[in-house]
């Protein structure tokens, strides 16, 4: 039973938190992504989406819950379900954060939303961001998080959208322990669904370890930079389809839009499934 009055208390609440560029941390991401970087510099500007290492709450060994998450009932509301995703999220780049500045972190619950779905309740909390460097914003993010129940052992997977074709740029990524284990580090990200595979395949009942939905999505971004590299990423909306599993292959796919000024992401699935899809506007 979901007590959705109780859950809208936590609408409202704000969390704060504070940290420093550092050279090694944009050193240590760009290794994560297999980049052939030169050594970052003081005054180097962060590349997009890789703020997500910066102002994670410290969260003490005994707060944390059976998922690896921080207990629930902090700052987040504490509904009641076991299955909770990164489900997608929009950004708006005003400027960028560059290597050797404090950085800040401002957050606060937007909104808690409930809903019927196919395989029961489901609760979808929007958090607001802003992240703020030497001169003031520079990262708007609205992050959207589900939480659903586990699925009944006789319950049919949903119907899985295909995947586009035409894809103008494509790379494969052969996910393994050690990439999701790096990433999961480089954000301080505990939650067990990444790293612990008896966890997630006897608990959560998935076939694998799951690559985190912002590693996807940065690895997105990565790829845009790549293809345009004189291009700035002004917004970038994504949102998170199917999961994908240390088991297999994925790729990454983009193209031009036909809208100008924008560009269109996917990631299609060893199984030929949209695993994720996303929006790039260009400055």
């Known amino acids: 039973m979901i007590d959705l009055a109780h859950l809208r208390k936590w609408v409202g609440s704000t969390e704060q938190a504070a940290d420093v560029l550092t050279a090694w941390k944009t050193g240590a991401f760009a290794a994560m992504l297999d980049r052939d970087d030169p050594a970052p510099q003081s005054g180097d500007p962060l590349p997009p989406l890789w703020h997500w290492m910066l102002c994670v709450p410290y969260v003490r060994q005994s707060a944390v819950g059976p998922d690896g998450h921080a207990a629930r009932g902090g700052f987040l509301p504490p509904v009641p379900l076991p299955r909770r995703m990164w489900a997608g999220g929009r950004l708006e780049f005003l400027k960028p954060l560059r290597v050797g500045e404090p950085v800040t972190r401002r957050s606060e619950v937007a909104s808690v939303q409930h809903k019927a779905g196919r395989s029961g309740d489901l609760v979808f909390v929007l958090v607001k961001h802003e992240y703020s460097g030497a001169n003031g914003p520079a990262i708007r993010e609205e992050h959207d998080i589900v939480y659903r129940p586990l699925p009944a052992p006789d319950a049919p997977a949903p119907a899985p959208t295909p995947a586009p074709e035409g894809a103008t740029w494509e790379r494969e990524i052969v996910p393994d ?17 990444h790293y612990d595979r008896r966890y997630v395949t006897e608990v959560e009942g998935y076939p694998g370890l799951i690559v985190h939905g912002p ?24 949102r998170a389809m199917r999961p994908v599993f240390d088991i297999a292959p994925f790729r990454l796919c983009g193209k031009p839009s036909e809208e100008p000024g924008k560009a269109e992401l996917w990631v299609r699935d060893a199984d030929g499934f949209l695993a994720m899809q996303a929006t790039a506007t260009l400055a």
């Open 215 to 238: 590693m996807i999505a940065t690895m997105l971004v990565d790829l845009l930079r790549d293809s345009l590299p004189a291009s700035r990423l002004a917004r970038f909306e994504f």
């Open 177 to 193: 322990d050690v990439l999701l284990f790096r990433y999961s580090a480089l954000t301080f990200n505990g939650h067990r669904i």
